[in-house]
């Protein structure tokens, strides 16, 4: 198994600084959760794990070697990526949007595409394989990028916000794959507004959250720690509340702190 | 699925059959002679550039994932251009190595131009629209330029220029077509073997980037393939219109759905609509011959604005 760790990561455009002296381990089968305001560095920061950014210092190492001198295929097998947003203007359909997710295998068309029909299925899309991913919707679009994911078979997964703009129970759903992908050992760094959602990944003694603001690392904690809800009001900038439901605690913003 | 590619493939060899025969009527010896020695080379070296032209429209939509893309984006054409121009302005009638001088240079110019957008294209940190706006920078540089070779050039020249412009299936008999196969045959079987890293593509550049593409390599393939072998269509025929920009929108309508199908059939089809482009500039104007290029542009826009409006409903 194969971990990512980054190390005193700083990333600049221009004159902006991106992240600042990122550090942030996740060990194999682990599940961290990256919460933080808009423009926070989220994103940036699993771009950089994807070498789509290059650090101004620090690195980033991918199974003990800088990510960005892999090659392109040997990275695929080690780590792959939910993006927030998928481009679909060009009129191919599902099944093969999903196959060609299979790159980074030296295999036949015909194995890709079995390969990519088992993913649709375990994501609940078989019924639209054949559809033209231009004539999907958002949630349709989420599970066909999610099955590109599985596809690629790969130890660690980036999500970014997997569950933006889908209807609860899309949401629910998506959450619950991502509990069971980690279940079958693979280690997980998602980006995500609603923590509340994460109950739905289980296990939730075993997850991390860490809180990033302003391209800083602001907390690292786990999930069921009594303060996160402090924390994670002072992250956002608003008074949380904690409310006890008949299984789990949710976590509400109530108001804007006053400063 | 299947059972349409097929059929398209077959109107395609039919359509290039009847470019043959079609013309005034041609008969004994003579006209053995004008259909050996005339019309079959010219029905050839439409192929290859129809072919080419299209694959390469379609390889470049796909890369920088921008449905208006062709080999003109990319700085090719405008580097033709130039180069014809730099050699209608001299002496139109020169040759070199036997080859006329104006074809040599738009072969040059091309390439050069293309190159000076693939050096960017290689950058690491460059994406695709970054790219098509470098294209269209040296396409806008090199546009003042030829304004520039026109405006001292003599009225001769000026008129040469309008009609190299304009676009024509040269008259090159077969040593034309030995020079254009094997460019053309390279640069074509080469992109398609690209076909699978461009199908990643399809859902953006970086997620294919994260699925194991090296984008910088392709792109650089890409271009320098695709360059190749628009440069040698183009410094025969001149610039055509919207074979390149057409043909894949045409083809992605009518079968979609993989880049498996998209760049094969867009070379099908695009060699057979040239060819038939072509005899169709026969056949218009009785005794005179239309340039090719007015024919697909006539064809080719009308063509487009109906396809985008089908498929807007």
């Not at chain 1, 990333?11 to 089968?29: C, E, N």
């Not at chain 1, 760094?189 to 003694?205: E, F, R, Y």
């Not at chain 1, 605690?249 to 702190?257: A, V």
């Not at chain 2, 470019?19 to 192929?47: K, S």
Request: net charge positive; aromatic share 6%.
């Amino acid at each position: 198994m194969s971990e990512l760790e980054f190390v005193d990561l700083s990333v600049k455009l221009g004159q902006r600084t991106l992240l600042d002296h990122v550090s942030l381990r996740l060990a194999p089968g682990e599940f961290v959760a990256l919460i933080g305001p808009n423009g926070a560095g989220k994103t940036t920061l699993l771009k950089a794990a994807l070498a789509l950014r290059t650090p101004s210092s620090g690195s980033v190492r991918l199974a003990n070697a800088e990510v960005s001198a892999l090659d392109a295929k040997a990275r695929a097998a080690l780590i792959a990526w939910l993006p927030q947003h998928i481009r679909a203007e060009e009129p191919v359909t599902s099944l093969e949007s999903v196959a060609a997710a299979r790159y980074r295998f030296r295999e036949s068309h015909a194995d890709s595409r079995r390969a990519a029909a088992r993913a649709l299925d375990r994501v609940g899309a078989s019924q639209y394989a054949e559809r033209r991913v231009t004539e999907l919707s958002g949630g349709e679009r989420q599970r066909v990028a999610f099955a590109c994911l599985i596809a690629q078979e790969a130890d660690i997964l980036l999500f970014d916000e997997p569950a933006n703009h889908l209807d609860p129970a899309q949401q629910l759903d998506i959450y619950r794959l991502l509990g069971e992908l980690w279940r079958e050992g693979r280690s997980i760094l998602c980006i995500n507004h609603d923590v509340n959602l994460l109950h739905q990944v289980g296990d939730a003694a075993r997850l991390r959250v860490v809180g990033l603001r302003a391209g800083k690392l602001v907390f690292d904690a786990a999930f069921d720690a009594p303060a996160l809800p402090e924390q994670i009001g002072t992250l956002f900038g608003v008074e949380m509340e904690s409310v006890q439901g008949s299984e789990q605690r949710f976590l509400m913003p109530r108001s804007r702190s006053k400063s | 699925m299947k059972l349409r590619s097929a059929l398209v493939i077959l109107g395609c060899v039919l359509l290039l059959l009847a470019a043959v025969v079609v013309g005034p009527q041609l008969e004994g010896p003579q006209g053995q002679f004008i259909i050996w020695q005339l019309r079959v080379p010219r029905v050839l070296v439409g192929m290859w550039v129809g072919a080419t032209l299209a694959l390469v429209g379609a390889v470049f939509q796909a890369l920088f994932q921008n449905p208006l893309a062709t080999s003109d984006t990319v700085g090719t054409t405008a580097g033709a251009t130039v180069g014809a121009l730099f050699a209608l302005a001299l002496d139109s009638s020169r040759t070199v190595q036997g080859l006329p001088l104006v074809t040599v240079c738009a072969f040059v110019g091309a390439l050069a131009g293309s190159l000076l957008v693939a050096s960017f294209a290689s950058s690491r940190t460059a994406h695709s629209s970054d790219v098509l706006l470098a294209g269209i920078a040296v396409t806008l540089a090199t546009s003042a330029l030829a304004s520039g070779i026109q405006y001292i050039s003599d009225s001769r020249a000026l008129f040469a220029a309008t009609q190299w412009s304009l676009g024509q299936l040269p008259q090159v008999g077969y040593r034309g077509v030995l020079l254009l196969t094997p460019l053309c045959a390279v640069s074509c079987a080469l992109l398609l073997l690209l076909t699978r890293s461009l199908q990643a593509f399809a859902l953006g550049e970086d997620l294919a980037h994260s699925q194991g593409v090296n984008v910088p390599r392709l792109r650089l393939l890409a271009l320098a393939l695709g360059s190749l072998g628009v440069a040698s269509c183009v410094a025969w025929c001149g610039p055509i219109a919207f074979v390149g920009l057409v043909v894949p929108h045409l083809v992605r309508r009518l079968l979609g759905a993989s880049y498996r199908v998209l760049l094969p059939m867009s070379l099908c089809v695009g060699a057979a609509l040239l060819v038939t482009c072509d005899a169709f500039a026969r056949l218009i104007v009785p005794g005179r011959e239309l340039p090719v290029g007015i024919v697909t542009a006539a064809l080719g826009a009308p063509t487009l604005v109906f396809l985008v409006a089908r498929g807007r409903r």
